[in-house]
């Protein structure tokens, strides 16, 4: 009689994404989003800076895929750079909000008490405002530019990632393995590295992958309204806003930015609804 064998839970976890084909479809568009936005100055022979006025707003054709800007520069070596920009403030701003909300509400949850109190407040203060007023009222701040936008981006989702780990970790402290752990005489750190973090992973990496999807648009966002990233840098929002000012004269300027930011964001949200089912994650924020 044969016996299964034993599959790790990320093997299993891995099979069920697969059997999820539009989520299993997402995880390979968005590998393919990567290699151009890393690769794309390689990969593609035109520079995204270098200005040919002889051939503005060109339409797009066999020489250039996605045509020329209003200062001819090539649009696909454009959006391919900007992919790469909104990516890399969309990936820093997430990991941001990662570690500080994670910290905090783990911090809160495990604690209680007082310090609970003082966190959730904390938390529920920001939560107050909505994301893009938020990293608007940051942008301005702090001022322009990818760094600033990160910044600002990062601590705008810090509470989403705070109040889920404190709802995880109110439920994981009452469980009897880390009872357990406290009479065996581990701190309070070690608990939380070796039972509390591990625990709530999973539904981590989902809040992760849904998160990056509204920080893409929240920088684009920003980036349209002209305090996000400034010139000569060019991220998917900006490109945007570019051809906007050109959008009945030669609207491909801002159709192929914009195509590529729904890419990028249906991509992600549907990886993180098959990460959800894959990892059977439920995800439920407590007050």
Not at 22 to 49: E, Q, R
Not at 89 to 108: E, Y
């Amino acid at each position: 009689m044969k016996t299964s064998p034993i599959r790790s839970p990320l093997l299993q976890s891995l099979q069920k994404l697969r059997r999820r084909k539009t989520a299993f479809a997402s995880l390979i568009v968005l590998g393919i989003i990567l290699v151009l936005a890393l690769s794309g100055s390689v990969l593609y022979p035109y520079d995204p800076f270098v200005k040919d006025t002889a051939n503005r707003q060109m339409a797009p054709c066999l020489l250039h895929l996605f045509g020329t800007d209003n200062l001819g520069r090539d649009l696909l070596a454009r959006v391919l750079y900007g992919m790469k920009i909104s990516l890399s403030i969309s990936l820093a701003s997430v990991l941001f909000a990662l570690a500080a909300g994670t910290a905090l509400g783990v911090t809160a949850g495990y604690a209680g008490g007082k310090t609970d109190a003082l966190l959730s407040l904390i938390i529920d203060a920001i939560c107050a405002f909505p994301t893009i007023l938020l990293g608007l009222l940051l942008a301005t701040a702090l001022g322009s530019g990818a760094r600033n936008i990160m910044l600002a981006i990062g601590i705008a989702n810090v509470p989403y990632f705070a109040r889920l780990a404190r709802s995880m970790a109110i439920t994981i402290r009452e469980r009897e393995y880390v009872e357990s752990a406290v009479t065996t005489g581990l701190n309070h750190f070690e608990i939380i590295l070796r039972y509390l973090l591990p625990n709530m992973s999973s539904v981590i990496i989902v809040q992760t992958s849904l998160s990056a999807a509204s920080a893409i648009i929240t920088e684009s966002t920003l980036s349209f309204i002209g305090v996000g990233v400034q010139p000569p840098a060019a991220s998917l929002g900006s490109l945007l806003r570019d051809g906007y000012d050109y959008i009945s004269r030669a609207p491909w300027l801002s159709l192929f930015p914009g195509i590529a930011i729904l890419i990028a964001v249906i991509a992600l949200n549907f990886l993180g609804d098959g990460l959800r089912d894959a990892l059977d994650v439920k995800i439920r924020v407590d007050g």
